[in-house]
């Protein structure tokens, strides 16, 4: 019963490029989309966010877009760089009751960028 | 630093021991998450404290796990008689307010190993 899915395992992009990760989720009771960035032997480390009320949020690089009638969230990442290169992962946080702030993550996407 | 800090980075134990997790959260964080993350999937809701209060336990939670928050600062995770199943990685988080929109900050886990 995987809330959450991150279908790509891997990513591989050109610097310069844009990266675009993707994100399914079956549960409507959220009400907040994360991402995460994950370096090997460090946790996870928190990128972007968005209210399941907008559809779109930007800082910098990095825009997030929620398609609430798909289920889907996208993370776009313009321009892409190497120091770029992680294992991504999408979460969905709980909306309420005893589960309130409770996060459901992907199975994450290495993402690889190239010089 | 002022960030969630996990101690120890790696443990190595023997099938049947006994073992403690300790995590020290943002000091102004009055929520603390413990997650679970094996290799190729994303990270595990284990349990979370509001203060001390211990307010949700996943079913991944068997009786052989235990989490505790004296006085609502530090929290431990003890594994009782572990076994080879139990080898992962173990992540705290920590978010502050109620209903802070705040996001989780992931310490850098604890890496078990049972042999």
């Known amino acids: 019963d995987q809330q959450v899915k991150q279908n790509s395992p891997s990513l591989s992009v050109q610097e310069g490029r844009i990266s675009i990760l993707n994100c399914d989720y079956t549960?409507?009771?959220?009400?907040?989309f994360l991402w995460y960035k994950k370096y090997p032997a460090e946790g996870p480390t928190f990128l972007i966010s968005?209210?399941?009320?907008?559809d779109k949020n930007e800082d910098g690089r990095f825009t997030v877009f929620l398609n609430k009638s798909a289920k889907h969230l996208s993370l776009h990442i313009v321009p892409s760089q190497p120091g770029d290169s992680a294992v991504y992962f999408c979460?969905?946080?709980?909306?309420?009751?005893?589960?309130?702030?409770?996060?459901?993550f992907g199975q994450g996407t290495i993402l690889t960028v190239h010089p | 630093d002022t960030g969630v800090s996990q101690d120890p980075r790696h443990k190595i134990t023997k099938r049947g021991q006994n073992v403690t997790f300790r995590c020290d959260p943002i000091?102004?964080?009055?929520?603390l998450y413990w997650y679970r993350q094996t290799l190729g999937q994303g990270p595990e809701f284990l349990t979370y404290?509001?203060?001390?209060?211990?307010?949700?336990k996943s079913r991944l939670l068997s009786d052989r796990f235990s989490a505790e928050r004296p006085k609502g600062s530090f929290s431990t995770l003890e594994i009782q008689r572990t076994e080879q199943g139990d080898s992962a990685m173990y992540l705290c988080?920590?978010?502050?307010?109620?209903?802070?929109?705040?996001?989780?900050?992931f310490g850098d886990g604890t890496r078990l190993s049972i042999l």
């Open positions: 988080a920590s978010s502050g307010g109620v209903y802070s929109n705040q996001p989780q900050h």
């Open positions: 000091s102004e964080h009055n929520r």
């Open positions: 979460a969905i946080r709980d909306a309420g009751g005893t589960s309130y702030g409770k996060l459901t």
């Open positions: 968005i209210s399941s009320i907008k």
């Open positions: 404290f509001q203060n001390e209060a211990q307010l949700e």
């Open positions: 549960n409507s009771m959220f009400d907040y």
